[in-house]
């Protein structure tokens, strides 16, 4: 084999392995480690800070905002922070419309939601980041199981389940 075919056939490989085979290897190990969910009750004791980046989000931030408050979640326990991240429209307005249930408007002139989570983050005092968008709605008990997932000291960080609905339909 000539050296420029075994640097060929070297580096196909390797972009093979990244694309396949690594992935598959992921998937394999973690469908070995998978943890059941705590089954007995946890407490619900940690202090929890929701972190909502949005730009120009009048059209969901209300229904977003009442949907984070129906949480079956202890209130006292939970920080919002709207990041407006240089909006123009009326998404200040509605989330300082809301600050009397506790949610804190913070406005930071447009810079991406790198940018924004950045800002909110270094105003964040929970012990559990709950980062959300805008234009999902939340079951009302999706917090509870969430944060219930860290009673295991090995587990880091938690994701849940995006369901988009698109008319009448339902995909995940």
């Keep these: 084999m000539t050296i420029p075919l075994a640097v ?30 705590p089954t007995a009750p946890v407490p619900l004791d940690k ?5 909502l980046a949005v730009h120009n ?8 905002l009442r949907s ?14 709207v990041i407006s991240d240089g909006s123009t429209d009326d998404t200040d307005d509605i989330a300082r419309s809301f600050a009397g249930e506790g949610v804190d408007l913070i406005r930071i002139p447009r810079g991406g ?3 924004a989570i950045n800002a909110g983050l270094e105003r964040a005092s929970g012990e559990i980041l709950f980062f959300t ?8 008990e999706s917090l509870r199981h969430l944060v219930t997932a860290f009673a295991d ?5 938690v994701s849940g389940e995006l369901v988009i609905v698109d008319g009448r339909r339902a995909r995940s």
């Design 113 to 115: 939601k790198a940018a």
């Design 8 to 37: 060929f056939v070297i580096s196909a490989g390797f972009c093979i392995y990244v694309l396949a085979g690594y992935p598959l290897l992921l998937d394999l190990r973690a469908r070995r480690r998978t943890r059941p969910a």
């Design 47 to 51: 202090t929890v800070t929701v972190l």
């Design 153 to 157: 000291p090995a587990v880091g960080v």
């Design 68 to 81: 984070l408050l129906a949480l079956e979640y202890p209130r006292v326990l939970m920080q919002i922070l």
């Design 133 to 140: 968008d805008v234009r999902q709605r939340l079951a009302p």
């Design 57 to 64: 989000g009048e059209r969901w931030l209300a229904n977003k």
